[in-house]
């Protein structure tokens, strides 16, 4: 296992963590809030259990996860989607504390609460399936020419062609339910919309410079949901 990389998982998890926690928290006005820490909690520990698979199993691919959301050989349109989805979430996020929490607009109940945790894990624990199955599962799009990318069409990837973004739906309606705010939920239809746009627009780049993924496309009807879409 490759420290370095280990190292720099473990910063960047603990980074991400603090900077989510201070905006739920700020825009909430107070720490006294439970299902936020257990929130930053289930993030955290799923996120490093499948962050050190990954260093194990295929550190490649995890040095991949860990680079910027903007690179260089990434289209200038997904660079300019990644940068609107990580103000979104900030917004959602502060949205979600203002609400939940500091002036309480919405009331939850405690058992959608824990559907919506139970959701999030589900998202994050299907994860692993994914990566299993797709070494080139980066969060850019981009073709990764110098790790030999190819097509991707065992597992998840035999059914749908855009299972990490099918896997995501739970874990955006889960964390505003887990959080209890019914506006957070409210946005999680544009969200959904954003990421299925974003998988339209990635299979033209895949179709145009990936060998075989025109052939893909014609065996995999499906993008998120089999039968649906």
Same mark, same amino acid.
């Given at each position: ?31 006294? #809030?439970?299902?936020?820490?257990? !929130? /930053?909690?289930?993030? @955290?520990?799923? $996120?490093?259990?499948?962050? =050190?698979?990954?260093? +194990? ?47 309480? #607009?919405?009331?939850?109940?405690? !058992? /959608?609460?824990?559907? @919506?945790?139970? $959701?999030?894990?589900?998202? =994050?624990?299907?994860? +692993? ?53 019914? !506006? ?46």
């Amino acid at each position: 296992m490759d420290n370095a990389l280990v190292k720099r998982l473990l910063v960047q998890t603990f980074i991400w963590l603090v900077f989510q926690g201070a905006l739920l928290f700020v825009a909430a006005g107070t720490l006294a #809030w439970g299902a936020a820490w257990l !929130w /930053l909690l289930e993030w @955290g520990v799923l $996120g490093s259990w499948i962050g =050190l698979w990954l260093a +194990r199993t295929d550190p490649g691919l995890l040095a991949e996860r860990l680079a910027p959301l903007t690179q260089r050989e990434q289209a200038v349109w997904d660079r300019i989607f990644m940068m609107a989805v990580s103000v979104g979430w900030c917004a959602w996020l502060c949205l979600i504390g203002i609400d939940a929490m500091r002036f309480h #607009w919405s009331h939850v109940p405690f !058992w /959608l609460g824990m559907c @919506g945790a139970a $959701g999030i894990f589900v998202s =994050l624990y299907a994860m +692993r399936a994914v990566f299993t199955a797709n070494r080139y599962a980066a969060p850019v799009v981009k073709i990764q020419r110098d790790r030999g990318h190819t097509v991707t069409d065992s597992g998840p990837y035999a059914y749908v062609r855009h299972p990490m973004y099918a896997f995501a739906i739970p874990l955006l309606a889960g964390t505003p339910l887990m959080l209890g705010s019914w !506006w957070g939920f409210a946005c999680v239809p544009l969200m959904v919309a954003g990421i299925g746009w974003r998988a339209v627009r990635e299979e033209r780049v895949l179709a145009a410079e990936l060998t075989g993924y025109r052939e893909y496309l014609e065996r995999v009807k499906y993008r998120f949901v089999p039968g649906v879409w």
